[in-house]
């Protein structure tokens, strides 16, 4: 059974771009969360979605957004990048109701 | 409020016990979390354990939860120089699903041969 897969691994951009990140659930999971890691704030929650609708908000600005797909791949976008949002992005899924959610081996996304 | 606290830093020698201590202060949260962090990895779900438990024990992972105190430890049996890693450990709130993880800062273990 495939993991959590989230593309591209690696990704650098210059300040004021925008960029995508993908995540593809495991097969069957239906909720989609995102982190952001970085080693001055640790392990942040960004948003989590279920069935294409975002159901949980973190406590970051709203260049930071987020939506899902019919087939439960969802994606984030990040609008005109800063220096600060350069970090480790993860993305986990987990089953409606359980307590277990899996994580992908993440994005790192570097703002030059 | 959601605070979670680590001590930062545990170094052991192989074969020895390893004990990784976390504290948290959301007295609601349903469910606790061990999360393992390989270098260039994301996390790994090591165990996890329901509010309501005292202890939860997983092959050579054991797992001790002190409501009153609002500590949760994790402790690693015979451990290996393959567990160094970071260790997370993380609540998840009550009412806002499983899928809202709050993160400690994690607990760098260094396994010496």
């Known amino acids: 059974k495939a993991g959590v897969t989230q593309t591209p691994r690696y990704l650098i951009k210059t300040r004021g771009q925008q960029v995508t990140l993908s995540c593809s659930p495991i097969?069957?999971?239906?909720?989609v969360s995102w982190y952001q890691q970085t080693p001055g704030q640790g392990l942040q929650f960004l948003f989590e979605?279920?069935?294409?609708?975002?159901?949980n908000k973190g406590n970051f600005p709203g260049r930071f957004s987020g939506r899902q797909f019919s087939n439960s791949r969802s994606e984030m976008n990040v609008s005109t990048l800063e220096l600060g949002d350069s970090a480790l992005y993860l993305c986990?899924?987990?089953?409606?109701?359980?307590?277990?959610?899996?994580f992908g081996q993440g994005t790192r996304l570097t703002v030059v | 409020g959601e605070d979670v606290e680590q001590s930062l830093f545990l170094s052991v020698r192989e074969g020895d016990s390893s004990v990784i201590n976390c504290t948290y202060t959301?007295?609601?949260?349903?469910?606790l979390y061990w999360y393992k962090q390989e270098p260039g990895a994301g996390l790994q779900l090591l165990t996890y354990?329901?509010?309501?438990?005292d202890m939860k024990q997983d092959q050579r992972l054991t797992v001790l939860l002190n409501k009153k105190d609002k500590h949760l430890s994790l402790r690693i049996a015979d451990t290996q120089t393959g567990d160094s890693a970071i260790y997370f450990c993380?609540?998840?709130?009550?009412?806002?699903?499983?899928?809202?993880?709050?993160f400690g800062t994690g607990t760098r273990l260094l396994v010496s041969p």
């Open positions: 986990a899924s987990s089953l409606e109701g359980q307590a277990e959610a899996f």
């Open positions: 097969s069957g999971h239906r909720s």
């Open positions: 979605y279920f069935s294409e609708t975002q159901r």
């Open positions: 959301d007295s609601s949260s349903t469910y």
């Open positions: 354990i329901f509010s309501n438990m």
């Open positions: 993380a609540e998840s709130p009550m009412n806002t699903g499983f899928q809202k993880l709050v």
